[in-house]
Each structure stands twice: as structure tokens, then as C-alpha cells.
């Protein structure tokens, strides 16, 4: 029996499948557009400051899955790291997700925890009983004030769409908290690669059986001399646009270097229209565990993805969702092909859930195999 398996980009995806298929025996061909491996997570050292340098933005590692989080211990170290967000709206600086400092820096306060919860109900919208868009969800929950300063600008900067354009669900991932807990995440484990992330994909793909090319697009009219292809990019781009391009948001950085501490702090938010970017991050703070007397920082543009740019947020709104349901049943129809991860799914995913994701799709082909049934176009359902 022929075992060789082609996979398309080298991502968390790619590189979690090669990894686990790989080690079960099979000859694993992965096939990268890019001259680097590790995808959007790709990081390395700034030549000028020997900062290291999250290239396409900052990822922080967060999960409650035990699964996710022993697999990608296996292979760097991971060091204790709590993302604490800053932002800027009318000339002052807060402390995000809003908590009780938020709270009582804002309204002028000195608010204990019961009295600040009694009074953000106060202020929430109580006439939206069932929120049903972004807009809806934030003045619901904290009040026009609120919304206006911290979520309503920046949204628009985001997304290029009004709050109430986009679902309340987009909402739901930011919490309000009546304590003085600053951590962004909630999640029991939080961390930053000691080696940065690319280091982490590297020792994922060196295993024997595995073999890399970098700088070369896979032609899916190839796809027959693989037993199988599993597939990460763009799921649009696997059947040629055909039903048309799905659109996302992308990222422009304005990159600039200094001495010393610019800002203090990792990510600061600009919520307001005071500036064009959304953030600024200062990558050195991503390694407290570094010390550098040079600093190296990202103002962070949205904007809508045009065909030559890198990908980074899907919008499915409803009209998308339509034209994914087309590629969907498209993809349904192939044969000895697997999409799977943030593009060939056309889902928000983090980290955490990338690499989950991708061992269940490894798990599922192995049992497949063995069972000589066939292996489904999608093993987690892009619709659901």
C-alpha cells in the first residue's frame, strides 16, 4: 500500500497533521507559497535590535485544552506570559477587558465590586432583551458611554463595517469583569514560546518521513499522485474562485525602531479616531524574560484583503456565508482531499483551537485508514 500524503501550507495545521502522519509511518510532502514556515505565527529576530518579532502580529498562546497545550509543550519551551491590554480613547489611557479599574477610572468612582455590577445594569440598554448584533450586545451589557469609548471606533477600524452590521457573538469573547483582574484571557493556560513559534513548527516537521518545499503553490491538478491532500490555504483559491473571492480583513504594518521602553506595555489599543491604526505593539514586552536596550514596535492597519495580500480575518457575514456554503458543497465533491485550518475553512480560530483541530483531523485519517473507509472533505464542519 502507497502511503505518501501531500500538505498544503506549513502552518499549525500543516505541520500538526505532518507530524502525527509522519510518526504513523506515512512519507509526508508539504508544500509552502512562502519562503518561511509557521504561517501567520511565523516569528524571528529583528537584525537591528535582536528583538524577537511576532512578523504578521502578536500571538499569545491561551487554552483550557489539555490536549492542545501538552502537544505544543512537546516541542519548546513555554514561558508564563499574561497579555495585559491598555487603551487609549479620548486622550486618556484604561486597562481592557473593562473591569472594575475601567470602571471607576472612567466614570470618576471608587466603586466596590457589588456597586460597580449594579451599576453597569443600570446603565445597560434593558430594553434589548435578545441581542442580536455587536451594537445591541455592547449596550446592553455596558451602556452607550461605554460602547462609544472602547468598542464603537475601534469596531469600525477593525472591520470596516458598523457594530451593527456584525453579530453580537464577535462581543461575547470580551468580558466584563467587577474586579481588578487585568489578564485578557481567561483560560488556565497562557504562555509565549521562550524560542518564538517558527521554532516550535520547525521541530514539528523534523521528523523522518517528512519533506518541505518552501516557495512553491500546490496545483490540485496534482492531487492524483498523492494518496491523500490535506489542505489549509484558501478554500476559494483550491477551486479558482470559481463562486467568486471570499473576502477578509488584512493587516498593514508601520514598523518603527527606538531606545529604550516606547510605551510600556505589549499591546495599547486605539479605540478612538485620534489615529488611523487600531494598536501599537512593542514586541520586546511579548519575552519579559528578554532584555534589550533597543525596542522595536508595530502600528497595526485593517483593511479589506485584495488578491495579493495575506489573509487574516474572515468576515462571514451572511452574503459569505452563502458563498461558503457553494465552495462547501464544492469541496464535498473531491475526492482524497481534506480542507481543514483558518483558510480552508474560512473560520476564526486561535492557536490553541488550530492545533486541536488539526490532531482530531490526524486522528480521524489514521482511523480511516485503518477501517479502509473514506476520509471526509471537512472533519470539523465550516457551516456549523
Given amino acids: 500500500m502507497k502511503k505518501n500524503v501531500a500538505i498544503v501550507g506549513a502552518g499549525f495545521s500543516g505541520a500538526v497533521v505532518a507530524n502525527q502522519l509522519a510518526q504513523a509511518g506515512y512519507n509526508v510532502e508539504v508544500f509552502e507559497s512562502r519562503s518561511h514556515i509557521a504561517g501567520n505565527c511565523h516569528s524571528e529576530r529583528d537584525a537591528e ?36 491590554v491598555k487603551a487609549i480613547t479620548n486622550g486618556r489611557v484604561f486597562t481592557l477587558p473593562i473591569n472594575l479599574l475601567t470602571i471607576n477610572q472612567f466614570f470618576n468612582k471608587t466603586f466596590r465590586p457589588a456597586e460597580a455590577e449594579a451599576f453597569m445594569a443600570e446603565i445597560g440598554d434593558k430594553t434589548i432583551e435578545n441581542p442580536q448584533t455587536f451594537e445591541e450586545q455592547a449596550l446592553r451589557f455596558v451602556g452607550r458611554e461605554l460602547y462609544e469609548a472602547f468598542f464603537k471606533t475601534y469596531t469600525i477600524k477593525q ?17 466584563v469583569r467587577f474586579n481588578y483582574d487585568d489578564n ?21 516537521l523534523d521528523v523522518p518521513g517528512i519533506q518541505v518545499h518552501l516557495n ?9 499522485d498523492y494518496d491523500h491532500v490535506f489542505y489549509s490555504g484558501p478554500i476559494d483559491a483550491w477551486f479558482g474562485h ?10 498593514d504594518f508601520e514598523v518603527f525602531r527606538d531606545s529604550g521602553d516606547y510605551q510600556g506595555n505589549a499591546v495599547i489599543n486605539v479605540c478612538d479616531n485620534s489615529q488611523r491604526y487600531t494598536r501599537v505593539t512593542e514586541h520586546k514586552h511579548f519575552a519579559p524574560w528578554e532584555k534589550h536596550e533597543k525596542t522595536i514596535c508595530y502600528l497595526e492597519y485593517s483593511r479589506q484583503c485584495e488578491p495579493e495580500d495575506t ?19 464544492l469541496a464535498k465533491q473531491e475526492t482524497n482531499v481534506t480542507f481543514m485550518g483558518r483558510l480552508g475553512t474560512y473560520r476564526y480560530l486561535d492557536m490553541d483551537v488550530t492545533i486541536n483541530e488539526a490532531l482530531i483531523t490526524a486522528d480521524k485519517f489514521l482511523e480511516t485508514a485503518q477501517a479502509k473507509g ?11
Fill in 49 to 84: 535590535t535582536n528583538v524577537m518579532l511576532h512578523v504578521y502580529g502578536p500571538h499569545i498562546f491561551h487554552t483550557d485544552n489539555e490536549r492542545a497545550w501538552e502537544f505544543i509543550n512537546r516541542f519548546g519551551e513555554m514561558m508564563p506570559y499574561v497579555n495585559r
Fill in 242 to 251: 470559481t463562486e467568486g473571492r471570499l473576502p477578509y480583513r488584512t493587516l
Fill in 311 to 329: 489573509p487574516y480575518y474572515p468576515i462571514r457575514q451572511a452574503r459569505e456565508k452563502a458563498q461558503l456554503e457553494k465552495y462547501v458543497n
Fill in 374 to 384: 473514506a476520509m471526509p472533505a471537512f472533519v470539523i464542519d465550516p457551516l456549523a
Fill in 216 to 224: 512553491t503553490k500546490f496545483d490540485p491538478n496534482a492531487k492524483g
Fill in 159 to 175: 472591520w470596516g463595517l458598523q457594530p451593527s452590521e456584525l453579530p453580537a457573538s464577535i462581543l461575547k469573547r470580551l468580558p
Fill in 184 to 204: 485578557y484571557f481567561n483560560h488556565k493556560y497562557q504562555g509565549m514560546p521562550k524560542d518564538g513559534y517558527t521554532v516550535i513548527v520547525e521541530k514539528m
